[in-house]
């Protein structure tokens, strides 16, 4: 089994910036392939962004691009999402995944997943 803690998430008001860790434990984070969730009151859980295992690959949603940066430690068993530009509609519980596949943009494809952690963005 592999473990995924969440970190990071807050309060922020729109234009702001957070930056999400994501500590994993129990299997070799290099192994998997990582990615990141949200889901906001009411709607579905939504994909943002996965990194391939080497970290040489990403792929993020297109409300991410420019404004979300997915990157990966190995060594120290981390993955980050650095968020700038932050709009109040991405007001969400964000979600750090493990899976197998890449790119991974469903829900399905991802083994682990983490408790999640709340991003508020205030207007």
């Known amino acids: 089994q592999m473990q995924l803690v969440e970190s990071g998430g807050g309060f922020v008001q729109a234009g702001g910036s957070l930056r999400l860790s994501c500590a994993a434990s129990g299997r070799t984070l290099s192994s998997y392939n990582m990615g990141w969730f949200r889901q906001a009151p009411g709607k579905e859980r939504e994909f943002v962004s996965t990194?391939?295992?080497?970290?040489?690959?990403?792929h993020y949603a297109e409300f991410a691009k420019g404004r979300f940066t997915i990157s990966r430690d190995n060594a120290n068993n981390t993955v980050y999402l650095q968020m700038n530009s932050l709009k109040p509609e991405d007001t969400a519980v964000y979600y750090c995944?493990?899976?197998?596949?890449?790119?991974?943009?469903?829900?399905?494809?991802?083994?682990?997943w983490g408790q999640g952690t709340q991003v508020t963005v205030s207007s």
């Open positions: 995944v493990a899976g197998s596949f890449f790119p991974a943009v469903t829900p399905r494809q991802y083994q682990y």
């Open positions: 990194i391939k295992w080497s970290g040489t690959l990403t």
